[in-house]
């Protein structure tokens, strides 16, 4: 035989049931009630994400230089020998 439910478990069911559209405004008038500003908090994200994406092309930057430096000079160590791997030094060529 089936067991009957109680009520929280229904309670708690209706509410994973609402519509994403009703769980944004209840949740946007209990952020009002509470003085929060979704529109700022909004705000603030976006600048974060905004930021995270500037920083994230910058260290990219950065390191395509320092790779592109690398390779020149690896290029230019390889210029000077007269037979390829028979002398190399790097810390002489570096400095």
Known sequence: M??????ADESNA????ISRTRRAQLV????GELGIDYKARAAAA???RRWIA?????VWTVALIFFAIACQKLWI???D???PFSDINPI???F
């Open 2 to 7: 089936a067991t009957r439910r109680a009520k």
């Open 14 to 17: 209706s509410l994973a049931n």
């Open 28 to 31: 946007a008038e209990f952020e």
């Open 46 to 48: 976006e600048a974060e």
């Open 54 to 58: 500037r920083k994230t092309f910058i």
């Open 77 to 79: 160590m390889g210029q």
């Open 81 to 83: 020998v007269d037979q």
């Open 92 to 94: 002489e060529s570096w």
